[in-house]
């Protein structure tokens, strides 16, 4: 099945000490984006992938950097993790057609120490 | 700013009644709305959506309601099941850059009594 998969589905890191998370995909979709979920909230979007072009939105923190390596890959770095990054990340894809759902992974769940 | 709330964080709906999930959003440039489930530990799963220009979709026991003047949606799921119990998160889109840009609502956590 055409699937959005994230690994590793826990991750574990220091306060301070970067971190990747990455995401890969099947579903040849041209779009991808990266989403933080805190804890009873709402997911927020950080970025997006149109193709290679990277879209940083406003508020986004300059701790959170991504790559696009190829259309099936995306990472999401975070340089220098606080306590407040404590989240779950969710990855997802879609097409260029505006009416079109966006397909979740089923995230990863970052606990700074 | 919120743009998309859900106001009610939980419903408990007892088996074979209906459930109606309500979102109020404030950004008339939306013009893609959708509802997604989650189950605990996985990614949210799409379930309906509805463009702006209709005000009906339907799909099996899962009807989502527009009502554009209010900037109003509802999702109605009859009968519900114990299966249905699960958080349910809606989201208002606007093309911004090529791009599908979802503004997700706070969730509601759905509970299907026996």
């Known amino acids: 099945d055409a699937m959005v998969i994230q690994n590793p589905r826990y991750q574990v890191t220091q306060f301070g000490k970067p971190v990747t998370l990455s995401c890969s995909q099947t579903l040849n979709h041209n779009v991808m984006y990266w989403y933080q979920q805190k804890s009873s909230q709402a997911p927020k979007l950080l970025f997006h992938y149109y193709d290679k072009d990277f879209n940083n939105e406003a508020d986004t923190p300059d701790n959170f950097q991504s790559r696009r390596p190829n259309t099936s890959f995306c990472f999401l770095d975070i340089r220098s993790p606080g306590l407040g990054d404590a989240a779950m990340y969710l990855c997802?894809?879609?097409?260029?057609?505006?009416?079109?759902?966006?397909?979740f992974g089923d995230g990863t769940r970052l606990s700074i120490l | 700013d919120q743009q998309v709330k859900q106001n009610s964080p939980s419903l408990s709906v007892q088996e074979g009644r209906i459930s109606i999930l309500n979102c109020d959003y404030t950004?008339?440039?939306?013009?893609?709305f959708l509802w997604y489930k989650k189950y605990p530990a996985e990614g949210p799963t799409f379930l309906i959506s509805?463009?702006?220009?209709?005000d009906k979709n339907e799909d099996g026991r899962f009807t989502v309601f527009l009502n554009k003047s209010a900037k109003h949606l509802s999702l109605h799921i009859v009968p519900s099941q114990p299966g249905d119990s699960a958080v349910y998160f809606c989201a208002a889109s606007a093309r911004i850059q090529g791009a599908q840009k979802l503004v997700f609502g706070q969730g509601t956590r759905l509970t299907i009594n026996p």
């Open positions: 509805i463009s702006s220009i209709k």
């Open positions: 950004n008339s440039m939306f013009d893609y």
């Open positions: 997802a894809t879609s097409t260029l057609d505006g009416y079109q759902p966006q397909h």
